[in-house]
């Protein structure tokens, strides 16, 4: 008989039924845990509810995951389509306002040594620099108001037009500018081409950057290629600027490479002489 409990009788059946149950470490993480109860046992204490709610709370919270990183991927490629597009189409103002900022410092360092400097040598140079990138300045304005014209900004090119050559120079190049404007004689003639050493140096890594701008190639098609660009070391002026560009070209700053290609060879003529007379100055 069941339950009497007597020697070889039944023992109560109680079919076992595995449960789980949600429990916290002490970090603080949930861990499931199976217990092994009665149907009765399961039932008067309402794990099967409590089994169904545990099963919900996994599959909603694996449901925000996934929703959470599908939301996620959708925002990065919607900020890369919004910034990195813009990005591209502007690398060419990006450089020409570098380029022209790197330009008015030079052009003022030079025009402060023909006036301080006493060496033939040092002033003649300086009057090549200022004619070169007085000359290269109003290229890149140029292209700058080409490039504004293009997208319909009458107003700003007006502006830019107003506004002459004038280019406000960074703090660096103010400070250079302010410490070269305290020295005279011998010292301001060696800062005044270590300066253009280091700017023509770094005009020129700039520049050769832009010859290949989104890898356009562009001016293979309409000037030298960059390998005869980098034998030349005669000095070669901007042209006039009648090439007329494309809204495609200009995106892909056809532009611009074709105007660092074309100045290249007077930038590196222009390092060449400075190294030539800061070797000169030495031996002084």
Request: net charge positive.
């Amino acid at each position: 008989m069941r339950g009497t409990g007597s020697p070889g009788s039944e023992r109560p059946f109680f079919p076992k039924v595995r449960a789980r149950a949600l429990t916290v470490t002490p970090t603080g993480e949930p861990v499931n845990l199976t217990i092994c109860f009665s149907k009765k046992v399961h039932k008067a204490f309402g794990l099967q509810s409590a089994d169904k709610s545990l099963a919900e709370y996994y599959g909603k919270r694996r449901s925000r995951k996934m929703n959470s990183l599908s939301s996620r991927l959708i925002l990065v490629c919607t900020i890369a389509t919004v910034f990195l597009m813009p990005l591209y189409a502007h690398h060419g103002n990006q450089f020409l306002s570098k380029a022209m900022e790197m330009n008015a410092a030079e052009v003022q360092l030079g025009e402060m040594a023909m006036n301080k400097s006493q060496n033939p040598r040092v002033k003649d140079f300086a009057d090549m620099v200022v004619k070169d990138h007085k000359q290269a300045m109003e290229k890149m304005k140029e292209l700058r108001d080409a490039r504004a014209t293009s997208r319909g900004k009458t107003d700003s090119t007006a502006d830019s037009r107003r506004s002459g050559t004038a280019v406000t120079l960074t703090p660096e190049h103010q400070r250079v500018a302010s410490r070269l404007s305290s020295l005279s004689g011998n010292d301001f003639d060696r800062e005044f081409i270590n300066e253009m050493i280091r700017e023509h140096s770094a005009e020129i890594r700039d520049f050769e950057a832009q010859t290949h701008a989104h890898s356009t190639g562009a001016a293979t098609s309409r000037n030298q290629s960059d390998n005869t660009a980098g034998q030349q070391t005669a000095r070669q002026k901007p042209s006039s600027g009648d090439q007329k560009y494309s809204q495609a070209d200009l995106n892909k700053d056809m532009d611009t490479a074709d105007f660092a290609r074309e100045m290249l060879p007077t930038l590196r003529h222009h390092l060449e002489e400075a190294e030539s007379i800061q070797k000169e100055l030495q031996k002084r």
